[in-house]
């Protein structure tokens, strides 16, 4: 059974940085697309980032340059390093093996002053 939990979530101030985590059991990630989602209260879930079974990465565009998704196939994490943030950035980020049904529980992340 695939299981996804996050991590790393947390209050950070405008302009200020935060990692978060992906743990992945059940299956092995590099044979998959996984994908950052975030979503914002009053709003659609939407998709970050994501990193294909090859390697490369694609981003939403508002994020391109902010944000850096990676994995680390040994212990079967994947990652989202967000730099710079905006406070338009609060929202639950939720990772998910793209195009399925498996979701972490998300981890809030909140930029205020």
């Known amino acids: 059974q695939v299981q996804l939990v996050e991590s790393g979530g947390g209050l950070v101030q405008p302009g200020g940085s935060l990692r978060l985590s992906c743990a992945a059991s059940?299956?092995?990630?590099?044979?998959?697309?996984m994908a950052w989602y975030r979503q914002a209260p009053g709003k659609q879930r939407e998709r970050v980032a994501w990193?294909?079974?090859?390697?490369?990465?694609n981003y939403a565009d508002s994020m391109e340059g902010r944000f850096t998704i990676s994995r680390d196939i040994a212990v079967n994490m994947v990652y989202l390093q967000m730099n710079r943030l905006k406070p338009e950035d609060t929202a639950i980020y939720y990772c998910?093996?793209?195009?399925?049904?498996?979701w972490g529980q998300g981890t809030q992340v909140t930029v205020a002053s």
């Open positions: 998910n093996r793209y195009g399925t049904a498996y």
């Open positions: 059940g299956d092995n990630i590099a044979r998959y697309t």
């Open positions: 990193i294909t079974n090859g390697g490369s990465t």
